[in-house]
């Protein structure tokens, strides 16, 4: 359950970003909870957008 003592992270509509990563978790980590978007995808957005293969 979260609440006062626990957090989460919902990266939205992101994609492989590591450093704004790192930043966000240093900022406002750490989570307890990490959600990262997979859904939106196409060979040719492979640059801005995660697909199932990325780890």
Known sequence: MLGP??????????GPYEAVFQEI?????PFDLTMLEIGA???????IHWDPSMR
């Open 25 to 29: 978790g240093a900022a406002y980590g």
């Open 5 to 14: 003592t626990h957090r989460a992270f919902f990266g939205g509509d992101s």
């Open 41 to 47: 995808y196409d060979e040719l957005w492979t640059d």
